[in-house]
DNA sequence: GATGAATGAGGATTCATTCAT
DNA sequence: TATGAATGAATCCTCATTCAT
């Protein structure tokens, strides 16, 4: 689970400007696993190789951990979509598609995906953070993926589709993915996560298209 | 946390029917808002209107408590449901729209639909109880949807489509409202969740239906 | 130390009425001991022959038992003497005489006494405790011998000297009996507090008394 | 806490004389501000401006430089006046005077009369310390102002009284002004301590004075 | 059955101390 | 010499669990 590009004998000090992302990482594979209240600090910090008191020189609390632990990447990841999406120049069918695969790429199938379960698990526990992420997650990839539906559609790719329900549409089986690995599968696409989702990706074009209506 | 030395569905040993629900239901409610672990027994005892001590007359310890939360009405609820679709006398279509309106109606609705958020958070730290919500749960819910969908397209009202992915397609908005109301709301339906359900209702069965495959 | 009246063998339990005071003499002994922030809690409750929890039964936190110490007892003495002095019907001469000696005897050769060390040695880090401490004991304890001084002055007993002053020459000897029981021996009083207050009464009396000014 | 395996008094091992003032100078500051238990070296060492590693080239442990905050400057400091009370020319009332005046400049008035409070809150968990500062400080003291009582006496300056009672009461109210500083104001010196100081030299000479017994 | 006082193992947090640089 | 990252023992506090009443 930890990606060690380091010596296995390297000495352990020193890393200051590592540490914090080393340690999110350790805290979301755990915080994911066992939700935040069940996590005991200790074994984050063994799992990042470093002692229980280390933590604290980079976090105040365990609820600042939680914290770090959310933002971390989450931003950049979406500003990085964000511009891509932007700067696209292909047809809106090849943004969205490219979109999907690589929100599967780039989160969904890494351990950030733990991210969204651990929101859903913790969102009440953590009103805050709740809605940082709903502003900053939610809100945002929901307006992005309106303007590659409405751009499809002013250009004639797609249908004149209710907007919000098809986003609920397109999300809700990213977010079945994620559930199917970090908790229960309600889905049958467990097995083969990226068939299902270049299933879906299928089905959601064709469900959008304006073309061979009859299917 | 998860040292689960008997079976889910053995017999408890002692007062099962004694049992009081209002334990349960006061334990389901603070389970799904603080998770698992974050929730105190003195709160789910003050919660029910008893005593610390009295909980443990009822459950020998927290984990047997979290069980039992999980088997409340779930099972009896779900044959109930199998019971009314086996005895259905009217259409396939009329048979889903009804079932997703029941479930609705009898679970979605209710504080019930807590028990897929708390499976959700706590699936990793129980397994067997994981194993059991599965098998109970979700394997009977989707055969219990599959046997629709295939006497609908059995006779003729709908369209050959692949089961599986269709009963994704039907299952996966129902969880989304459910996360809509017991943690964050990633997708549109949270302001009028019963409208929701009946658009979705709406575009599930166009999406079966044979007739008017041009829309 | 711990005064056990009760039997030896006694259940521990049912005790809800006289633990308090159990437990804030049992701290008592061991802030004046050891200060407060180097006293562990374990070390009261084992002092107290109750377990660490225990003592959260009664009181919110280490802090909250410091305040619980300092006010325990001390309001309720000091009304009492307060009520005495009032009450008093002898010569002003007499009733110096008696409270100092009553001081002696209910509070300096006390553990009570050591309240008045813990204070001075919290008393930074504890500014409302403070606040309370010097209201209540130093402010009353002060206007208690005021009342006796004028007293003694309005019905020619004393000489008219400066009030204030007087005061400060009276208590700061009880003081240093205290800081020699509890602290350093500053004073040469420690060998024998008794026969040291009683010179020092004999010497403030003489220093007061109008009559054979001369000696 | 006090297991302290080096006599007080013993030779520094190392670096004695480059050892930095300001590092005992602010640890007496936290010190007498918090107590030992509740300082922390990290304050103390930010406090002197330099790093907490650095504490470590010049003390061994926290309790050695609680030691070498005693020990600072108060043995040079009582030296001092020794010889000049030895070698003081003038009356006995003009030395006793003299010194209480120089006490008050050199140390009642200064950050070194916290070092009166600390021994009073931590002489119980330094007994071997508490010794060393009884032979150098208390006793030392009290010799002095033994030699100028006795000078006095001899010289007919002053009545024959019981000298250790005088000293106890010449020196309480230093106490209490010490305290006033630093903790509790038990009298009424707080607010101006140098004429409460001159009141009491005053009232001392006064009381020790052979003339003009009837006042 | 019901209660709630008592327990003590467990975990978050602090901070004196070390040591590689 | 000086630094400050790292350590882990120590301690406050919580809470599941027990049991006398």
Redesign the interface.
Known sequence: MSNSSEPVGAPRRRRKEARPSELTAAALALFV??????TRLEDVAAHAGVSKGTLYLYFDSKEALFKAVIEEGIVARFVAAGEQAAAFDGTATDLLQHLLLAWWEQIGSTPLAGVA?L???????FPEV?RY??DKV?VRG?ALMRSVLERGIANGEFRAVDI??A???I???L??LV?SR????????SDDPKSFLK?HID?VLR?LSKEE???
Chains 1, 2, 3, 4 share one sequence.
């Open positions: 696993e066992k939700g935040f209240a069940a379960k929101m859903i698990s913790e969102s009440r526990n709740t992420y709903h939610i929901r919000d329900s986003i609920d549409v999300f809700s089986p977010l079945m559930l970090f908790s229960l599968a309600f889905c049958s696409g299933k089905l469900g209506a009859g299917r």
